[in-house]
T-cell receptor
Framework: QKEVEQDPGPLSVPEGAIVSLNCTYS??????FMWYRQYSRKGPELLMY????GNKEDGRFTAQVDKSSKYISLFIRDSQPSDSATYLC????????????FGTGTSLTVIP | DTEVTQTPKHLVMGMTNKKSLKCEQH?????MYWYKQKAKKPPELMFV???????INESVPSRFSPECPNSSLLNLHLHALQPEDSALYLC??????????????FGPGTRLTVL
């Protein structure tokens, strides 16, 4: 079993839709949870960073962490064509020293 | 300056060539990373430097040789690569070098093609 599971998609939605992206994980010791957006042939861009459980909101983006279910989500409200990209979840332990565990990424297309 | 820069953007090399990738950040970050990313796959960690010392080497072949000359610079020296080493090579940095997991900031990557 992989440490982090993420549905690769592709996911295609109309402009203005609410998008839900999800990852599950197996290691209950993960404490830090990140979402990255990666446009084609570019480096990943950090979108959201959450420590432990709870919600975090930044503009149209909301990150949720449910540690009891080992499940994290990223919601995008009022999706735009410019949101079309691959979204990677990443997580890490408190003490392993600089190692991230990435999901495989979900490819999202927002259709105008 | 709030970004990680990488040069060159593209590199094509033969299997007998020696080349180097360069990464630079001026955010005062004390941890720097090299990742390899194949198409439609997540980044794979190669090396981590923490306070300019190599702290993680993920069993990377010796044809890849990292170097951290100072806290702002990270190099990846390439020699005798194979075609399967063709990938996007990403550099990242994070604020603190002795504890995970501060968020990592990625550069745009160097797209490497080995002929």
């Amino acid at each position: 079993q992989k440490e982090v599971e993420q549905d690769p998609g592709p996911l295609s939605v109309p402009e203005g839709a609410i998008v839900s992206l999800n990852c599950t994980y197996s290691n209950s010791a993960f404490q830090y949870f990140m979402w990255y957006r990666q446009y084609s042939r570019k480096g990943p861009e950090l979108l959201m960073y959450t420590y432990s459980s709870g919600n975090k909101e930044d503009g149209r983006f909301t990150a949720q962490v449910d540690k009891s279910s080992k499940y994290i989500s990223l919601f995008i409200r009022d999706s735009q064509p410019s949101d079309s990209a691959t979204y990677l979840c990443a997580m890490s332990l408190l003490t392993t020293g600089n190692q991230f565990y990435f999901g495989t990424g979900t490819s999202l297309t927002v259709i105008p | 300056d709030t970004e990680v820069t990488q040069t060159p953007k593209h590199l094509v090399m033969g299997m007998t060539n020696k080349k180097s990738l360069k990464c630079e950040q001026h955010m005062g970050h004390r941890a720097m990373y090299w990742y390899k990313q194949k198409a439609k796959k997540p980044p794979e960690l190669m090396f981590v430097y923490s306070y300019e010392k190599l702290s993680i080497n993920e069993s990377v072949p010796s044809r890849f040789s990292p170097e951290c000359p100072n806290s702002s610079l990270l190099n990846l020296h390439l020699h005798a690569l194979q075609p399967e080493d063709s990938a996007l090579y990403l550099c990242a940095s994070s604020p603190q070098g002795d504890r995970l997991s501060n968020e990592q900031f990625f550069g745009p990557g160097t797209r490497l093609t080995v002929l």
